[in-house]
């Protein structure tokens, strides 16, 4: 017997994540894109990334383009994380996104941003694991934006008075 909806969602709660916004493109062009939490690296030589998209997302499709840009959003850019986490293309009304030196489409002031090639999908229940191959890389200093049971979080990063130093297990 598999654990029930509510009491998975409860549990994953518990498990702090960083937010990204994940872009890509239509077949025409048209800018998709969706906040993700589900992200991480999957591979250093070569360097790929994987991110689980939801198949009933409307963005989707346009990992069928394959290319899609993420970026690690700050902890100042909660109302980015909100404006992509809602459905709909006026998400992007009103807001100017940067567009990388392969295409991929960029949030600015975001602390990270990656220029991805889908490698491989698989299919994972309702949605779909896409590892993407990392073409461009790029980093700046701050805190990040985190997700914790159910709300935003901070944390201090270097410029807000902590070390910067991180704890090695």
């Known amino acids: 017997m598999s654990a029930t909806a ?3 969602r409860l549990a994953l709660g518990q498990f702090a994540t960083g937010i990204t916004v994940v872009l890509t493109r239509d077949a025409a062009g048209r800018p998709l894109g969706l906040t993700a939490n589900a992200f991480c690296s999957v591979s250093l030589e070569p360097p790929q990334v994987l ?16 290319r899609f840009g993420v970026s690690v959003l700050a902890a100042d850019q909660e109302d980015v994380s909100r404006r992509f986490a ?14 990388g030196r392969h295409g991929c ?9 990656l220029e991805c090639a889908v490698v491989v999908a ?3 229940g309702d949605h779909t694991i896409y590892v993407g191959e990392v073409l461009a890389a790029e980093a700046r200093p701050g805190a990040p934006l985190v997700y914790h049971a159910s709300h935003y979080a901070r944390l201090a990063g270097p410029e807000a008075g902590g070390s910067g130093e991180r704890d090695r297990v």
């Open 6 to 8: 509510s009491d998975f």
């Open 51 to 66: 991110v689980c998209v939801g198949r009933r997302s409307e963005a989707h499709a346009g990992f069928a383009t394959g």
């Open 86 to 99: 809602a459905g709909g293309p006026t998400k992007f009304e009103g807001f100017a996104l940067d567009e």
């Open 105 to 113: 489409l960029l949030v600015p002031g975001a602390l990270a941003r």
């Open 122 to 124: 698989h299919d994972a």
